[in-house]
């Protein structure tokens, strides 16, 4: 995104400081990245990271309104909501742009995707404290946003999590913790604020309160950071001694019904510059004439799972529950990063925390020279995978 920072980061860059900094990742950590690390983070201009921040402004006007919290109940599929949802927006808010050519010489975001779901929270802390370690940073750039420098981060994290509770009554639920890629990150939340990881089958309820085991000891759980997916628990049948839908005396942080309030659900309501056009496949009575600029996306699943990027009217035509999916006009990503081998494209996912404000905090950034951002579609790359966006500030 500037050229004299980007010229001198490739001229300075070596394999030898690459696999330095993966190797301090992972020992610093106490576990290995699951994820490919990009080699690079991007440089964000003042001009981009000031448009960033108007898309992501101009979305949240629109979620932010008792319109779209009607809209959005129609999100959340049948028997599958749960009790007690009192706040009226998400604790964790993520918005992902693709970065694009404006036609004029610069570079505009286009929303891609959206959650009420929470994203790697630690790990950026722990990619940005190890990058520094090992590659030099231009005088003046942080990942941090809304004035927040780390330690001032950390302390918002940590009270966004625990609240008034004490850090053993908090805990981090997920799917066997252990054996998913995002590990990493369950372990740095840790470390920064003391909540651990449980297995929701490790879950005990007694009543209507839950516990977890720790040293012999049945420890009450008050507060839960949801980690939890909504398709994989589905997907993988997983049998737990409490389920999402019961009245339980625990407090959700980032309640589950937040997964499906702001979700792909959401991109056919948004409007404006930054949003590319985008359908309920229900709602067509007829398809567009350049369907080949158009993807589809289901909309209950994660991680790129089910998107299909060469859409046919016999595609979509063989769609059964087509309430379930969305046409979206596809992303032309700009040719934005210059590597060893030709340009990454690159995408940015704003992170907020929402308690009683919006509060834009932090950033990842995932390259790509794939036809699309996934894994399986940058195998035996490089200048690809996971990084942050650097912003003056």
Same mark, same amino acid.
Request: glycine share 6%; aromatic share 10%; net charge negative.
């Given at each position: 995104?500037?050229e004299?920072?980007r010229?001198?980061y490739?001229?300075?860059?070596t394999?030898?400081?690459?696999?330095?900094?993966?190797?301090?990742?992972?020992n610093?950590?106490?576990?290995n990245?699951?994820?490919?690390?990009c080699?690079? =983070?991007?440089f964000?201009?003042?001009?981009l990271?000031a448009?960033?921040t108007?898309?992501?402004?101009n979305l949240?006007?629109?979620?932010?309104?008792?319109?779209?919290?009607?809209?959005?109940?129609g999100?959340v599929p049948?028997?599958?909501?749960?009790?007690?949802?009192?706040?009226e927006?998400?604790?964790?808010l993520?918005?992902?742009?693709a970065?694009?050519s404006?036609?004029?010489?610069?570079?505009?975001?286009q929303?891609?995707e959206?959650?009420g779901f =929470?994203?790697?929270?630690?790990f950026?802390v722990?990619y940005?404290?190890?990058?520094?370690?090992?590659?030099?940073?231009?005088e003046?750039?942080?990942?941090?946003y809304?004035?927040?420098?780390?330690g /001032?981060?950390?302390?918002?994290?940590?009270?966004?999590?625990?609240?008034? /509770?004490?850090?053993?009554?908090v805990?981090?639920?997920?799917?066997?913790?252990?054996?998913?890629k995002?590990?990493?990150?369950f372990?740095?939340?840790?470390k920064?604020?003391?909540?651990?990881?449980?297995c929701?089958t490790?879950?005990?309820?007694?009543?209507?309160?839950l516990?977890?085991?720790s040293?012999?000891?049945?420890?009450?759980?008050q507060?839960?950071y949801?980690?939890?997916?909504f398709d994989?628990?589905?997907?993988?049948?997983v049998?737990?001694?409490f389920?999402?839908?019961?009245?339980?005396?625990?407090?959700?942080?980032?309640?589950?019904?937040?997964f499906f309030l702001?979700?792909k659900? +959401?991109? =056919?309501?948004?409007?404006?510059?930054?949003?590319?056009?985008?359908?309920?496949?229900?709602?067509?009575?007829e398809?567009?004439?350049?369907?080949?600029n158009?993807?589809?996306?289901?909309?209950? /699943?994660f991680?790129?799972?089910?998107?299909?990027?060469d859409?046919?009217?016999?595609?979509?035509?063989?769609?059964?529950?087509?309430?379930n999916y969305i046409?979206?006009?596809?992303?032309?990503y700009a040719?934005?990063?210059?590597t060893?081998?030709?340009?990454?494209?690159?995408?940015?996912?704003?992170?907020f925390l929402?308690?009683?404000? =919006?509060?834009?905090v932090n950033?990842?950034?995932?390259? +790509?020279?794939?036809?699309?951002?996934?894994?399986d579609?940058?195998?035996?790359?490089?200048?690809?995978?996971s990084?942050?966006?650097y912003?003056p500030?």
């Open positions: 995104m500037i004299d920072i010229k001198k490739n001229k300075d860059f394999e030898a400081k690459y696999n330095a900094f993966i190797d301090d990742m992972n610093s950590a106490g576990v990245v699951d994820f490919r690390i080699e690079t =983070p991007l964000l201009s003042k001009e990271t448009e960033l108007t898309a992501c402004c949240i006007e629109q979620l932010d309104t008792p319109e779209y919290r009607k809209f959005a109940l999100s049948k028997g599958l909501s749960a009790p007690n949802r009192t706040e927006h998400p604790v964790f993520q918005i992902d742009f970065i694009c404006d036609g004029a010489g610069g570079f505009i975001p929303l891609i959206l959650q =929470p994203s790697l929270y630690g950026q722990h940005d404290d190890v990058f520094r370690r090992h590659f030099e940073l231009p003046g750039f942080s990942p941090y809304s004035g927040f420098e780390r /001032s981060y950390v302390k918002l994290l940590k009270e966004t999590l625990l609240g008034d /509770s004490d850090p053993e009554n805990i981090l639920l997920e799917i066997e913790p252990d054996k998913q995002t590990l990493i990150d372990t740095v939340t840790e920064l604020t003391g909540v651990k990881p449980v929701i490790d879950v005990i309820k007694r009543g209507k309160k516990f977890y085991e040293g012999g000891k049945e420890i009450p759980i507060r839960i949801n980690r939890v997916i994989e628990l589905i997907r993988k049948d049998k737990a001694d389920s999402f839908q019961e009245e339980l005396d625990v407090h959700w942080v980032g309640h589950p019904d937040w702001i979700s659900y +959401s991109l =056919p309501r948004l409007t404006g510059k930054y949003v590319p056009e985008c359908h309920f496949l229900s709602d067509l009575t398809y567009p004439a350049d369907l080949e158009f993807v589809l996306k289901p909309l209950f /699943s991680a790129g799972l089910g998107v299909e990027v859409v046919t009217k016999e595609t979509l035509d063989a769609k059964k529950e087509r309430e046409l979206q006009r596809k992303i032309e040719p934005l990063v210059k060893p081998d030709g340009f990454s494209k690159c995408e940015i996912r704003m992170m929402w308690n009683d404000k =919006p509060v834009l950033n990842l950034t995932r390259f +790509s020279k794939g036809k699309m951002m996934g894994v579609f940058n195998k035996n790359k490089t200048w690809v995978g990084a942050t966006a912003h500030v």
